[in-house]
């Protein structure tokens, strides 16, 4: 088995920072790509930002100069760090994660967290 936990969302004004993160756990052998995606409500799920295992990062438009996503492979844990938020930010923040589970033979599976609310209302 293999768990994406998140934590960090919450209420913040605009203009506020708040730092989300996410950590996997269970029988893994190597975590490969991982991302944040956001749903709002009435709206699709969207990619925010990802990150490879080399590191590579790459945002969506929106988010580009306010946003930072990073990884500690040690801890298997990927965080986004979210500067200046603006209310149309407000979303379900999920976390995501392309995974080599600890099986013989090795395969790859997409694993998603359950998702933690962001909020940013004055």
């Known amino acids: 088995q293999v768990q994406l936990v998140e934590s960090g969302g919450g209420l913040v004004q605009p203009g506020g920072s708040l730092n989300v993160s996410c950590a996997a756990s269970?029988?893994?052998?190597?975590?490969?790509?991982m991302a944040w995606y956001r749903q709002a409500p009435g709206k699709q799920r969207e990619l925010v930002a990802s990150i490879t295992s080399g590191g590579t990062t790459n945002y969506v438009d929106s988010v580009k100069g306010r946003f930072t996503i990073s990884r500690d492979n040690a801890k298997n844990t990927v965080y986004l760090q979210m500067n200046s938020l603006k209310p149309e930010d407000a979303a379900v923040y999920y976390c995501?994660?392309?995974?080599?589970?600890?099986?013989?033979?090795?395969?790859?599976?997409?694993?998603w967290g359950q998702g933690t609310q962001v909020t940013v209302s004055s």
């Open positions: 269970g029988s893994i052998f190597r975590l490969n790509a």
């Open positions: 995501y994660a392309r995974i080599t589970r600890a099986t013989i033979p090795r395969r790859d599976y997409d694993f």
